[in-house]
């Protein structure tokens, strides 16, 4: 069998292969059928692979595995120093990242992954140089949670991004455990009890487990492009009515192939404006019960106020039916992302701007034009301050701080 060398990138899906081997199987996505792969991936190998993954989700999957294979934590430690040998000082920072934040998470969450299962400790010993370095207290200290935060402002500083990375991490936990818990009772007829199912860090505000948002990893199949397209057609067809409707969110970025071939999303998110919503809603409602795939009426619209060139700027995709489908408009997508602020979202700007679909100054534009609405009414709870400066991050990591 062919051996991977841990220089050489690995695709998400044999990532995805790999970690189900493991044990973690939360993230859905098409994972390469591991009896059909023609190669062999070693422990060092397998966790650098997953500090270099461009998918936040993927990528930070580390922290799962370190906590259910807490034997990997001097594995990883070799693979820092292996990684810092060959120059590669971005995988070195970002697997000391993810390994105390696991440290750190391992205590957050000590009673809960022992109440699933996960009893054996990750560790200490092989990283404490590496909070001591970067002034971060050790991870007993107020049962993680303040290094935990300390570790987020650290790597907000090292990469420049305003991402709420200590709410991603907590979420690869959180999902981790809701995993242990249905295997465990798996032939039982028991529930989880609250304490599981939600987050233990409600101080720091951290979204639940199960969680809107379409950057939230899901235990049901992800839609893929050719999964939306049917679903169009299928609307298009149902629906005897005309208007617009906008695909927003990931199902833009899938269908758009933004995120790439064979990207998926956990549900597709429309906008209408059709001359008979009923309609077009009856018909979304037999939809997904058919397909099984979930729909959900949510747009940049339901969290920041719409640039007044919102419209004229989404591209036309095609007509369904009576039904003429566009993108929502790629820069007020990037801003709702931005404010959104996870790791995932900020990656999925990157893309936007990679593809050449948002443009600095459109960016900045569209910011001032909704910026008198943010902290007022429907958007009371926007802090424009906070806002601009993630705007700011975002701008100056993309394109650079201008002279």
Aim: with cysteine.
């Amino acid at each position: 069998m062919e051996r991977i060398e841990t220089g050489n990138p690995l695709d998400t899906q044999a990532l995805l292969a790999e970690l189900r081997r493991y044990g973690v199987g939360y993230l859905m996505g098409e994972a390469t059928d591991l009896a059909e792969r023609d190669f062999q991936l070693q422990p060092a190998e397998f966790v650098a692979a997953l500090a270099r993954s461009s998918d936040p989700r993927v990528r930070d999957t580390l922290i799962s595995l370190l906590l259910l294979h807490p034997d990997l934590a001097n594995v990883t430690k070799d693979a820092v120093e292996t990684a810092r040998l060959s120059g590669d000082e971005q995988t070195a920072e970002q697997l000391i990242t993810l390994a105390l934040a696991a440290l750190y998470l391992q205590q957050m969450w000590r009673e809960t992954l022992s109440l699933v299962g996960v009893s054996a400790q990750m560790q200490e010993a092989p990283f404490g140089a590496y909070w001591r370095e970067r002034g971060l207290p050790a991870p007993q200290v107020d049962f993680g949670e303040v290094g935990l935060r300390a570790l987020a402002e650290w790597e907000r500083r090292r990469t420049g991004l305003g991402a709420n990375y200590a709410s991603d991490w907590d979420n690869q936990v959180d999902h981790l455990v809701l995993q242990e818990w249905c295997r465990s009772s798996e032939n039982e007829n028991t529930a989880a009890p609250v304490g599981i199912l939600w987050p233990r860090m409600a101080a720091l505000e951290m979204a639940p487990l199960l969680d809107p948002g379409e950057d939230a990893m899901s235990m049901r199949p992800n839609v893929t492009r050719a999964d939306i397209e049917q679903f169009l057609n299928d609307l298009g067809a149902m629906a005897q009515t005309t208007g617009r409707i906008y695909l927003a969110r990931g199902a833009a970025l899938v269908h758009g192939q933004i995120r790439g071939l064979g990207a998926s999303t956990e549900d597709i998110d429309l906008k209408l404006d059709v001359a008979d919503e009923q309609a077009v809603e009856d018909a979304i409602r037999q939809l997904k019960v058919r397909s099984s795939v979930n729909v959900e009426l949510a747009s940049p619209a339901d969290f920041i106020p719409l640039p007044p060139n919102w419209e004229s700027m989404s591209t036309y995709v095609g007509r369904y039916g009576g039904l003429d489908v566009f993108y929502f408009d790629w820069v007020t997508l990037a801003l709702a992302k931005i404010e959104r602020g996870s790791s995932r979202d900020l990656h999925d700007v990157a893309l936007l701007q990679q593809n050449g679909l948002i443009q600095r100054d459109d960016l900045e534009a569209a910011f001032q034009a909704i910026q008198p609405q943010l902290g007022h009414g429907r958007f009371f709870n926007v802090d424009p301050t906070l806002f601009s400066q993630k705007v700011s991050a975002a701008v100056n990591t993309l394109w650079g701080s201008q002279p």
